[in-house]
């Protein structure tokens, strides 16, 4: 992952969730940056994130939605990280989201 790419990730706003403010492009294995509180785990419609919703910080660890979806389910899927940018490999960009590099997912 590039320096630049490094710093879009830290710009996410939401550093705990991979999913959180990204739609799933139809049909397609692209995440995009929607700029809001969707959730990119509900395909095909905009779906707030549901912790966020109920009053707490967007967490992969604790959201309701983690049992049902796995990580390396997503394995090769992209994220486009800007518009006219290049896209990176989600699981790479997932775990600088995350921070925990050395942690099972």
């Known amino acids: 992952m590039t320096d630049e790419n490094k710093e879009l990730v ?20 692209i995440f995009y940056k929607t700029n809001d509180d969707r959730c990119a785990l509900v395909k095909d419609k905009y779906h707030p994130c549901d912790m966020e919703q109920r009053g707490f910080k967007p967490d992969w660890f604790r959201c309701p939605e983690h049992p049902s979806q796995l990580l390396s ?13 290049d896209s990176v490999n989600f699981m790479e960009w997932a ?3 995350l921070h925990k590099e050395d942690r099972k997912i």
Request: glycine share 20%.
């Open 10 to 29: 830290r710009d996410n706003g939401c550093m705990s969730c991979p999913f959180y403010g990204h739609g799933l492009s139809i049909g397609g294995r």
């Open 73 to 85: 389910e997503f394995g090769e899927f992209r994220v486009q990280m800007q518009e006219g940018r």
């Open 95 to 97: 775990m600088q989201i």
